[in-house]
């Protein structure tokens, strides 16, 4: 096979027109859009624009921390430069404006350097995350008829390049692979860098600057367009709601392609604040915690099971944790009983972030008492947030009453990417985003998360659509019907449990076949059911569907028992 890098772009490049908000997504409409200009809430900027002013306004200070294996460190300055030679190098082999890019790497400085790279020539990157295999990622090339994809060369154990060879040798659009190390039949990222010949032609604020990848309810993950304009918004009021300025640092302890640690306030906030990003390669206090001494780290986000382990190591951990100031916990439900214990534990602060790659964000604020920071997921981060609770017909339900959320504003989509049928689903007639979560608005405007409405499961923040599990097991030959629920686990929250409906005649089967099964189709490896349960047929609802709520409730009074 030829090296994909060779492959000779494509006469027409199709990208062009995805970079125009309305065209492969819906838009604000233009009222929406001048009111949030009017406002100052957009304001015109984009990321390359930002780096760059940064550079200029204090180009000596460490921006960026890569600790691991060696300790590497990036000025603003340095970090800006390397933005604008790896962008010369991406658009001397053809990436241009709208092009899309898989990113696919851990927490490691180049992810940074290649996201700002990205962003200078208007190329979006489509965040992967670490764990994402095969079927994922070939989706994610496919879909998005993606030119480049960018690996590490081996990374926890797997590695990398074959699977980048298998996904190239089935996408026709996918020209370039570069690898962080050893590239093998690929491209080596260290090659790509090369002096600028003259300014770039950028991407403008409103266009789009990068696609996220919703937690997913479908078979298949749907994109998430985001702005220049709006994610900037987002960030400057996240910093402003949890104090980030140039004296922090923001330790990234989750992947950093997840919206949580990039913008809530996350790496990308602290860069914004001039302050400094420091990678954590593992999450573990073994890790986490020299580190946090060692960098003087001030601020971090965590979800709710990895709050918990900090919360019990810190007890018996040597390392000084003093400098931490505040920790943000979100991502799935974080109990009252955990988060009652953080605060003593770590010696710090803790928010608690209620938000999703869509956009809304919801925040426990700094001078809330007590009681409201452990018991609530916070309120909005924006004036212009309009939240809405409603019953099952969309009217709003009284103050107080738990029901849907739906919300609207400045840095919310208005619909998902090159995703008309299922937008129609997700998004009320006048724009607003049915988020799937029920909720409670206490009169302070604080949200109290109380469930979900959504077919989903949240395994510790890691999002699995129950749809997209099932359709790999139904694959299994002897499986006649499949049904995907969670069932309640103390530590992650949900679990996964897979009911499966032999096919009449089969072999016999046992629940690690199931699992093997799964695991072996190539997909993140939280996907794979941690449980797997055989049944001679489902509860239905009273039109015939099959009944997740009945299956759901066996399960969990199956655990109870
Ligand atoms: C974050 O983003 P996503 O896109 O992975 O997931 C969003 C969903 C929400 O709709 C909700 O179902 C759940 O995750 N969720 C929470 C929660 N935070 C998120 N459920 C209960 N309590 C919370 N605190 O997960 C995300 C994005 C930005 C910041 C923080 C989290």
Not at 388 to 394: A, E, H, L, Q, Y
């Given at each position: 096979m030829p090296a994909p890098d060779r492959r000779t772009p494509p006469a027409q490049d199709p990208a062009v027109t995805a970079l125009t908000p309305g065209v492969d997504a819906p838009t604000?409409?233009?009222?929406?859009?001048?009111?949030?200009?009017?406002?100052?809430?957009?304001?015109?900027?984009?990321?390359?624009?930002?780096?760059?002013?940064?550079?200029?306004?204090?180009?000596?200070?460490?921006?960026?921390?890569?600790p691991a294996p060696e300790r590497r460190t990036w000025t603003y300055r340095q970090l800006d430069e390397r933005a604008d030679r790896l962008a010369a190098g991406f658009a001397a082999r053809g990436i241009g404006k709208g092009d899309r890019v898989v990113l696919h790497l851990p927490n490691v400085g180049e992810?940074?350097?290649?996201?700002f790279a990205l962003f200078r020539i208007g190329a979006l990157p489509v965040y992967a995350l670490p764990a994402h295999r095969e079927t994922e990622i070939s989706?994610?090339?496919?879909?998005?008829?993606?030119?480049?994809?960018?690996?590490?060369?081996?990374?926890?154990?797997?590695?990398?390049?074959?699977?980048?060879s298998a996904v190239a040798?089935?996408?026709?659009?996918?020209?370039?692979?570069?690898?962080?190390?050893?590239?093998?039949?690929?491209?080596?990222?260290?090659?790509?860098?090369?002096?600028?010949?003259?300014?770039?032609?950028?991407?403008?604020?409103?266009?789009?600057?990068?696609?996220?990848?919703?937690?997913?309810?479908?078979?298949?993950?749907k994109l998430i367009p985001r702005t220049h304009d709006d994610y900037l918004y987002s960030l400057r009021g996240s910093n402003e709601i949890c104090g980030v300025n140039a004296g922090t640092r923001f330790l990234v302890v989750l992947?950093?392609?997840?919206?949580?640690?990039?913008?809530?306030?996350?790496?990308?906030?602290?860069?914004?604040?001039?302050?400094?990003?420091?990678?954590?390669?593992?999450?573990?206090?073994?890790?986490?915690?020299?580190?946090?001494?060692?960098?003087?780290?001030?601020?971090?986000?965590?979800?709710?099971?990895?709050?918990?382990v900090w919360t019990q190591a810190a007890a018996d951990a040597e390392d000084d944790l003093s400098s931490l100031e505040l920790v943000l916990v979100g991502g799935a439900k974080y109990s009252e009983e955990a988060a009652r214990r953080l605060r003593p534990a770590l010696g710090c602060r803790l928010t608690q972030v209620f938000g999703m790659a869509e956009g809304l964000v919801n925040y426990t604020r700094l001078d809330d008492d007590e009681?409201?920071?452990?018991?609530?997921?916070?309120?909005?981060?924006?004036?212009?947030?309009?939240?809405?609770?409603?019953?099952?017909?969309?009217?709003?339900?009284?103050?107080?009453?738990?029901?849907?959320?739906?919300?609207?504003?400045?840095y919310t989509i208005r619909g998902y990417w090159r995703a008309e049928r299922h937008n129609a689903r997700s998004?009320?007639?006048?724009?607003?985003?049915?988020?799937?979560?029920?909720?409670?608005?206490?009169?302070?405007?604080?949200?109290?998360?109380?469930?979900?409405?959504?077919?989903?499961?949240?395994?510790?923040?890691?999002?699995?659509?129950?749809?997209?599990?099932?359709?790999?097991?139904l694959a299994?030959?002897?499986?006649?019907?499949?049904?995907?629920?969670?069932?309640?686990?103390?530590?992650?929250?949900?679990?996964?449990?897979?009911?499966?409906?032999?096919?009449?005649?089969?072999?016999?089967?046992r629940p690690a076949q199931i699992r093997r099964f799964v695991r072996e189709r190539g997909i993140a490896a939280y996907k794979v059911p941690d449980l797997v349960e055989f049944v001679t047929a489902f509860p239905h609802t009273g039109i015939g569907k099959v009944s997740k709520k009945g299956l759901r409730s066996a399960a969990t009074a199956a655990e109870q028992q």
């Open positions: 604000w409409p233009a009222g929406f859009a001048e009111r949030y200009r009017a406002a100052g809430y957009w304001r015109g900027e984009t990321f390359g624009g930002m780096l760059r002013e940064r550079a200029a306004a204090h180009p000596g200070r460490v921006a960026l921390v890569d992810f940074v350097e290649v996201v989706y994610f090339c496919s879909f998005t008829e993606a030119v480049a994809y960018v690996i590490p060369d081996r990374h926890a154990g797997f590695d990398h390049r074959d699977l980048a040798r089935k996408t026709p659009s996918l020209r370039h692979v570069f690898v962080v190390g050893d590239p093998g039949e690929h491209t080596a990222l260290a090659e790509v860098a090369r002096a600028p010949e003259g300014p770039l032609a950028g991407p403008e604020p409103h266009e789009l600057a990068f696609l996220q990848l919703s937690g997913g309810t479908t078979g298949v993950p992947p950093a392609a997840h919206n949580f640690p990039m913008s809530s306030p996350g790496w990308l906030g602290s860069l914004l604040a001039g302050g400094r990003v420091v990678l954590c390669p593992r999450p573990e206090p073994g890790t986490a915690f020299p580190l946090v001494a060692r960098e003087s780290i001030t601020m971090t986000g965590l979800v709710p099971p990895l709050a918990l009681e409201t920071v452990v018991t609530t997921q916070g309120r909005p981060l924006s004036p212009a947030d309009e939240i809405r609770v409603v019953d099952d017909g969309d009217r709003d339900v009284p103050e107080g009453a738990s029901g849907h959320l739906l919300t609207r504003g400045p998004f009320t007639p006048d724009g607003f985003y049915r988020t799937g979560d029920l909720v409670r608005r206490l009169p302070s405007g604080h949200l109290v998360v109380g469930g979900r409405a959504k077919d989903q499961i949240n395994r510790g923040g890691e999002k699995i659509a129950p749809e997209e599990v099932e359709n790999l097991i299994h030959p002897a499986v006649h019907d499949v049904s995907v629920v969670a069932v309640p686990d103390t530590y992650l929250g949900e679990r996964s449990l897979a009911y499966v409906i032999p096919r009449e005649g089969a072999e016999p089967l």
